[in-house]
T-cell receptor
Framework: GQQVMQIPQYQHVQEGEDFTTYCNSS?????IQWYKQRPGGHPVFLIQ?????EVKKQKRLTFQFGEAKKNSSLHITATQTTDVGTYFC?????????????FGDGTTLTVKP | DGGITQSPKYLFRKEGQNVTLSCEQN?????MYWYRQDPGQGLRLIYY???????QKGDIAEGYSVSREKKESFPLTVTSAQKNPTAFYLC?????????????FGEGSRLTVL
């Protein structure tokens, strides 16, 4: 079945440093979403990427979707303590079962002030 | 305010008991989902429903059952056949049957089997 791998599993940074998490799918995706889950909370939708090579920005966050639509990345510039949490990617397949989102295991970010 | 409401937030049950988790949404979303999250892991899909009176198994459906009698409601029953039911259960919804948008999650239900 479809697998979505996410690396690294954990990332510890000093406040002000940059952070990147990578997501790779074993199959071509229809679209990919990114979510943030604060400790003890629930996932919150951040963004969806649909087009090959798409790049979207939200303030200090930059999201990219690969040309082959099989990989994606989230980059945070100059991390702040409010960025702490686990970041998940979730991919949807093309065609049958397109309604299913398969999640990666997430990257947990800690930020040292 | 529109949103997804899950209840109960915390639930304890004895082995051998069935338990039903409630999920209600007033977002007028067509598709609804149940995910399970174990500590340090991602979300695994249990069941999903794209329209009323229809639902599909996800990746880990064994030991679970659902119903979708109303658009707003998608309850999940954890049966005694589920061998390791202690987990964090998350309900989500999205607009449209094609499920092309992001998922909106409830606050979750933490089930502990004693």
């Amino acid at each position: 079945g479809q697998q979505v791998m996410q690396i690294p599993q954990y990332q510890h940074v000093q406040e002000g440093e940059d952070f990147t998490t990578y997501c790779n799918s074993s199959t071509t995706l229809s679209n990919i979403q990114w979510y943030k889950q604060r400790p003890g909370g629930h996932p919150v939708f951040l963004i969806q990427l649909v087009k090959s090579g798409e790049v979207k920005k939200q303030k200090r966050l930059t999201f990219q979707f690969g040309e082959a639509k099989k990989n994606s990345s989230l980059h945070i510039t100059a991390t702040q303590t409010t960025d702490v949490g686990t970041y998940f990617c979730a991919g949807r397949k093309i065609g049958a079962n397109a309604g299913k989102s398969t999640f990666g295991d997430g990257t947990t970010l800690t930020v040292k002030p | 305010d529109g949103g997804i409401t899950q209840s109960p937030k915390y639930l304890f049950r004895k082995e051998g008991q069935n338990v039903t988790l409630s999920c209600e949404q007033n977002l007028n979303h067509d598709a609804m989902y149940w995910y399970r999250q174990d500590p340090g892991q991602g979300l695994r899909l249990i069941y999903y429903s794209q329209i009323v009176n229809d639902f599909q198994k996800g990746d880990i459906a064994e030991g679970y059952s659902v119903s979708r009698e109303k658009k707003e409601s998608f309850p999940l029953t954890v049966t005694s056949a589920q061998k390791n039911p202690t987990a964090f259960y998350l309900c989500a919804s999205t607009f449209g049957t094609a499920a092309t948008g992001g998922l909106f999650f409830g606050e979750g239900s933490r089930l502990t089997v004693l």
